[in-house]
């Protein structure tokens, strides 16, 4: 019963590095989301995905990308990381018509 | 856009004080609200939340109501512990499974 499992928690990366990190949901979950959370600014929405195949941007999508090509996964790339982008990434999931979302344990990305 | 706002931060309360963390939204239609708690180094757990209009959601001595006169969804709690310190967060979504937008969070440090 592991819900959502994001990987790597951590990470450290160096500016202009890239990286993909990994969502993973076994609850069938039509939703997915990527947000990042800032001290101060909540969780802000980066991308998301209403299914197999579909992406959509969020409030912050600047300098990522994302791909659904398996319901079950839901990837977030930095193709060229920034100082900027040092955050904590939370993944979520959920289903159309249920009030339940499952949020994965977050991510802990540093880029020096 | 639809937005939340909550009270800032930090509140520092003594054992057994009453609490109360303001949020109010702006939102067309009728959204659901929430109240999701982050614990030290965790992720976000949902405490309560209320799908439409004069709704009272209650959790672990927490309880909030949607009040769409004021537009309102505050979090209040009789009697706090120090077990409840943590970051609170309210969100709302448009539809039941639809993305959440979050506040920027209210961290609730409680002393013995």
């Known amino acids: 019963n592991a819900g959502v499992t994001q990987t790597p928690k951590f990470r450290v990366l160096k500016t202009g590095q890239s990286m993909t990190l990994l969502c993973a949901q076994d609850m069938n979950h039509e939703y997915m989301y990527w947000y990042r959370q800032d001290p101060g600014m909540g969780l802000r929405l980066i991308h998301y995905s209403v299914g197999e195949g579909t992406t959509a941007k969020g409030e912050v999508p600047d300098g990522y990308n994302v791909s659904r090509l398996k319901k079950q996964n839901f990837l977030l790339g930095l193709e060229s990381a920034a100082p900027s982008q040092t955050s904590v990434y939370f993944c979520?999931?959920?289903?159309?018509?249920?009030?339940?979302?499952?949020f994965g344990s977050g991510t802990r990305l540093t880029v020096v | 856009g639809n937005s939340v706002t909550q009270m800032e931060g930090p509140v520092t309360l003594s054992e057994e004080a009453f609490l109360t963390i303001n949020c109010t939204y702006t939102a067309t239609g009728y959204p659901s609200l929430f109240w999701y708690v982050q614990y030290p180094g965790e992720g976000l757990q949902l405490l309560l939340k209320a799908t439409k209009a004069d709704d009272k959601g209650s959790n672990k001595g927490f309880e909030a109501t949607y009040r769409k006169e004021t537009t309102s969804f505050h979090l209040e709690k009789g009697s706090v512990q120090v077990s409840d310190s943590a970051v609170y967060f309210c969100?709302?979504?448009?539809?039941?499974?639809?993305?959440?937008?979050f506040g920027q969070g209210t961290e609730l440090s409680v002393k013995p």
């Open positions: 979520a999931s959920s289903s159309p018509g249920n009030y339940g979302y499952t």
């Open positions: 969100a709302l979504s448009d539809y039941p499974g639809g993305k959440l937008i």
